[in-house]
T-cell receptor, first 113, second 110 residues
Framework: DAGVIQSPRHEVTEMGQEVTLRCKPISGHNSLFWYRQTMMRGLELLIYFNNNVPIDDSGMPEDRFSAKMPNASFSTLKIQPSEPRDSAVYFCASSLWGNHGYTFGSGTRLTVV | KQEVTQIPAALSVPEGENLVLNCSFTDSAIYNLQWFRQDPGKGLTSLLLIQSSQREQTSGRLNASLDKSSGRSTLYIAASQPGDSATYLC?????????FGTGTRLTIIP
């Protein structure tokens, strides 16, 4: 198994531009999570899906952030418009529903200038 | 709201020593607790997962314990090596959400 796959690994964009981060969970996992990591706040849960349905998006910081999971093998996190304070590492993780261990992707390092 | 704390934030020890990393959580109604390792600029690697019904888990030189009643977990690393240098994060799973501590940055001095 290739694990959780995220793309791109690095993204540099200008303020105001739209940014789309992508995630492919482990095959067979039915829960998917988006986290953001910053030096100031550590790892924060943004949103999670179960069976492709968003369950809790209370961690999404603003309406500029949106996430979708159109099928069991793909999810996106979109920021529109992006701002410098969105600069962080964004991680995707997947697991089996029922509180099994999480597996994380390698993350996307986003820099908004 | 679950809060997870890790103390100390940073730790340096000479190679070969045994060491303990601490993790505490405020809500004992957790389903499991997971320890991760993160190398600089890298993702998270799962080290050990302890179910709420378990007291400890072992993998090689690593041993993690869980005491739900006191809201504590420890990660014991035996015979530390320079390659163990990394940030160690604990995370408590509750209501399908994993809440992370802020991590302990471990440096093993050769």
């Amino acid at each position: 198994d290739a694990g959780v796959i995220q793309s791109p690994r690095h993204e540099v964009t200008e303020m105001g531009q739209e940014v789309t981060l992508r995630c492919k969970p482990i095959s067979g996992h039915n829960s998917l999570f988006w986290y953001r990591q910053t030096m100031m706040r550590g790892l924060e849960l943004l949103i999670y899906f179960n069976n492709n349905v968003p369950i809790d998006d209370s961690g999404m910081p603003e309406d500029r952030f949106s996430a979708k999971m159109p099928n069991a093998s793909f999810s996106t996190l979109k920021i529109q418009p992006s701002e410098p304070r969105d600069s962080a590492v964004y991680f995707c993780a997947s697991s089996l529903w029922g509180n099994h261990g999480y597996t994380f992707g390698s993350g996307t390092r986003l820099t908004v200038v | 709201k679950q809060e997870v704390t890790q103390i100390p934030a940073a730790l340096s020890v000479p190679e070969g020593e045994n060491l303990v990393l601490n993790c505490s959580f405020t809500d004992s109604a957790i389903y499991n607790l997971q320890w991760f390792r993160q190398d600089p600029g890298k993702g998270l690697t799962s080290l050990l997962l302890i179910q709420s019904s378990q007291r400890e888990q072992t993998s090689g030189r690593l041993n993690a314990s869980l005491d739900k009643s006191s809201g504590r977990s420890t990660l014991y690393i035996a015979a530390s090596q320079p390659g163990d240098s990394a940030t160690y994060l604990c995370a408590a799973l509750e209501n399908e959400k994993l809440t992370f501590g802020t991590g302990t940055r471990l440096t093993i001095i050769p």
